[in-house]
């Protein structure tokens, strides 16, 4: 197994540390290189919560590509022909799969860029073959002023395979003559520090922390508040359509909210209701057309795998009709969400939600504390998803399993507003299986739903004269084989519901959310 690649910081007092090393070791010195080097990462730091580093150094017409492991000292290195926004120009398919294994569906985007000067040295052994590698780089970002900022200087040492004694003895000589100890420092963070930026920690993963005896109100505006924040988080991304999911979470905080607003309604006055749920209402709705083709375009691959080769092939103009009006929709999308009509409805929401109090509570529920509330309607919401999941039979319409999921999400927002509220090791287990029986009833719906949007899309693509018989015939045998999916589907329900509601996980739903208070409440 190959060591690790060790990096240092190079200190003041080591200015001349580049001809010690050439006087002690066998060195031989390449001539120093000028690059451009650029720090990327997904929006949500994927790699950096993964102790990964990414940066791409343009040279002339391609780009070096570099993905460094901190855990192992693992890096990986490739080339592209063009700006990395997505793995699969990297000419790697282990590095562009490591990279994709992490970040998912999520672009690479700039983060921070730095001007390297690199200084490479070799040690040559008696074969004059390569033994070790010691690359000195010399950085520093250039300010919009004009304005220069020296960074770090820094020593990596990068091993070759079979040739442990010359790291040995290198490593050594840094230590014991310069005094130099091995740095975990994070190149990337440091730019990013000294450009006074800092690194997004943004997660889709909902966890506000709520005090017990807060009063209600009070506890779904700060809810409600982190949903504002994460819409407003995603909007750029959506604006400029970097990738697909900025607009998926900001979906997801819409629905948030208005899951908050109409599961408890109670909370707020009536007329804030009346004033809110239709804007958002809204902007649920100006947004699905845009996310359902985004899903469908996701989804091709999977579509043309799941036919012979041949039919896959024949999907080709279907994708080329989804591109089409995928740009169509993100236009207007764009548009709407720059209007005014958007931009007043979160400035009106947003001083509703930082209102320290209000005048007068509407209701009991307002002012009693957010555990009792918690308790209640997590109780009632339960009990409700059990009763209709008991009801379903195999002969029930697919209707009834569509009602089933919607049930299934009111419980799976409500556990998400108040898990704080209760202990992790026990609330962590209801909400992942809930999350199992939630997947499949997902899965359910959108083989459904998409069955159908296939054929508005046959429909359209027929209107534009773009349908080829060949198409035509793909698409048909792609919605047969939704159609013996949705039996699958169905079947698999029965097994994942059985398992949601068995006695132990019944008993545990009632010993965290049931009460007294919460039974008279029902």
Same mark, same amino acid.
């Given at each position: 197994?190959?060591?690790?690649?060790?990096?240092?910081?190079?200190?003041?007092?080591?200015?001349?540390?580049?001809?010690?090393?050439?006087?002690?070791?066998?060195?031989?010195?390449?001539?120093?290189?000028?690059?451009?080097?650029?720090?990327?990462?997904?929006?949500?730091?994927?790699?950096?919560?993964?102790?990964?580093?990414?940066?791409?150094?343009?040279?002339?017409?391609?780009?070096?590509?570099?993905?460094?492991?901190?855990?192992?000292?693992?890096?990986?290195?490739?080339?592209?022909?063009?700006?990395?926004?997505?793995?699969?120009?990297?000419?790697?398919?282990?590095?562009?799969?490591?990279?994709?294994?992490?970040?998912?569906?999520?672009?690479?985007?700039?983060?921070?860029?730095?001007?390297? =000067? &690199?200084?490479?040295?070799?040690?040559?052994?008696?074969?004059?073959?390569?033994?070790? =590698?010691?690359?000195?780089?010399?950085?520093?970002?250039?300010?919009?002023?004009?304005?220069?900022?020296?960074?770090?200087?820094?020593?990596?040492?990068?091993?070759?395979?079979?040739?442990?004694?010359?790291?040995?003895?290198?490593?050594?000589?840094?230590?014991?003559?310069?005094?130099?100890?091995?740095?975990?420092?994070?190149?990337?963070?440091?730019?990013?520090?000294?450009?006074?930026?800092?690194?997004?920690?943004?997660?889709?993963?909902? &966890?506000?922390?709520?005090?017990?005896?807060?009063?209600?109100?009070?506890?779904?505006?700060?809810?409600?508040?982190?949903?504002?924040?994460?819409?407003?988080?995603?909007?750029?991304?959506?604006?400029?359509?970097?990738?697909?999911?900025?607009?998926?979470?900001?979906?997801?905080?819409?629905?948030?909210?208005?899951?908050?607003?109409?599961?408890?309604?109670?909370?707020?006055?009536?007329?804030?209701?009346?004033?809110?749920?239709?804007?958002?209402?809204?902007?649920?709705?100006?947004?699905?057309?845009?996310?359902?083709?985004?899903?469908?375009?996701?989804?091709?691959?999977?579509?043309?795998?799941?036919?012979?080769?041949?039919?896959?092939?024949?999907?080709?103009?279907?994708?080329?009709?989804?591109?089409?009006?995928?740009?169509?929709? &993100?236009?207007?999308?764009?548009?709407?969400?720059?209007?005014?009509?958007?931009?007043?409805?979160?400035?009106?929401?947003?001083?509703?939600?930082?209102?320290?109090?209000?005048?007068?509570?509407?209701?009991?529920?307002?002012?009693?504390?957010?555990?009792?509330?918690?308790?209640?309607?997590?109780? &009632?919401?339960?009990?409700?998803?059990?009763?209709?999941?008991?009801?379903?039979?195999?002969?029930?319409?697919?209707?009834?399993?569509?009602?089933?999921?919607?049930?299934?999400?009111?419980?799976?927002?409500?556990?998400?507003?108040?898990?704080?509220?209760?202990?992790?090791?026990?609330?962590?287990?209801?909400?992942?299986?809930?999350?199992?029986?939630?997947?499949?009833?997902?899965?359910?719906?959108?083989?459904?739903?998409?069955?159908?949007?296939?054929?508005?899309?046959?429909?359209?693509?027929?209107?534009?004269?773009?349908?080829?018989?060949?198409?035509?015939?793909?698409?048909?045998?792609?919605?047969?084989?939704?159609?013996?999916?949705?039996?699958?589907?169905?079947?698999?329900?029965?097994?994942?519901?059985?398992?949601?509601?068995?006695?132990?996980?019944?008993?545990?739903?009632?010993?965290?959310?049931?009460?007294?208070?919460?039974?008279?409440?029902?």
């Amino acid at each position: 197994m190959i060591a690790k690649i060790q990096q240092y910081t190079i200190p003041e007092t080591c200015l001349h540390l580049e001809n010690a090393l050439i006087q002690a070791f066998p060195l031989e010195q390449q001539s120093p290189r000028r690059l451009h080097r650029l720090y990327k990462d997904t929006f949500d730091g994927r790699l950096y919560k993964k102790n990964y580093l990414f940066w791409q150094d343009t040279c002339e017409s391609f780009y070096d590509i570099f993905l460094h492991n901190f855990d192992t000292g693992e890096r990986l290195q490739s080339t592209a022909r063009e700006d990395v926004i997505w793995p699969e120009v990297i000419e790697s398919s282990a590095l562009g799969r490591k990279i994709q294994a992490i970040t998912k569906i999520r672009a690479l985007m700039p983060q921070i860029s730095v001007s390297v =000067r &690199q200084h490479i040295l070799h040690y040559l052994g008696g074969n004059e073959k390569t033994q070790l =590698r010691l690359i000195i780089e010399y950085s520093q970002l250039m300010r919009p002023d004009g304005s220069i900022i020296p960074l770090d200087k820094r020593l990596w040492v990068l091993p070759v395979r079979g040739y442990e004694k010359p790291l040995k003895a290198v490593t050594r000589y840094l230590k014991r003559v310069h005094g130099l100890r091995l740095s975990q420092d994070n190149p990337f963070l440091h730019a990013m520090s000294a450009a006074g930026q800092a690194l997004s920690c943004y997660s889709n993963t909902f &966890q506000v922390a709520l005090d017990p005896e807060m009063p209600t109100d009070q506890a779904f505006k700060h809810i409600l508040l982190n949903c504002l924040e994460n819409m407003e988080k995603n909007e750029t991304g959506v604006i400029e359509r970097v990738d697909s999911e900025f607009l998926h979470d900001l979906r997801v905080s819409v629905r948030r909210t208005r899951a908050l607003l109409s599961q408890i309604p109670e909370a707020f006055p009536i007329k804030v209701l009346n004033q809110f749920e239709p804007g958002f209402a809204w902007v649920g709705k100006i947004t699905g057309p845009l996310r359902d083709l985004d899903v469908y375009l996701l989804k091709f691959d999977d579509y043309q795998q799941a036919l012979p080769v041949t039919e896959g092939e024949n999907l080709i103009p279907l994708k080329s009709f989804l591109v089409r009006h995928q740009k169509i929709e &993100q236009k207007k999308l764009a548009r709407r969400l720059q209007s005014g009509r958007y931009q007043q409805l979160k400035s009106a929401w947003r001083k509703f939600l930082e209102k320290k109090d209000m005048k007068k509570p509407p209701s009991a529920v307002a002012l009693q504390t957010v555990k009792r509330t918690a308790d209640e309607y997590v109780w &009632q919401a339960y009990k409700k998803l059990l009763k209709r999941g008991q009801v379903i039979s195999s002969e029930c319409p697919d209707t009834k399993l569509h009602r089933l999921r919607i049930s299934g999400k009111k419980v799976r927002y409500l556990l998400e507003f108040f898990q704080t509220l209760y202990p992790s090791a026990r609330i962590q287990p209801l909400m992942k299986q809930l999350k199992k029986l939630q997947d499949v009833l997902g899965d359910f719906q959108d083989l459904s739903v998409q069955a159908h949007a296939l054929q508005q899309f046959e429909s359209q693509m027929e209107e534009e004269r773009q349908l080829t018989p060949e198409t035509a015939n793909a698409i048909a045998l792609l919605i047969q084989q939704f159609d013996a999916r949705l039996e699958q589907q169905r079947m698999a329900f029965f097994n994942q519901f059985e398992a949601f509601s068995e006695a132990a996980l019944q008993a545990e739903f009632k010993a965290l959310f049931h009460s007294a208070e919460g039974e008279s409440a029902a």
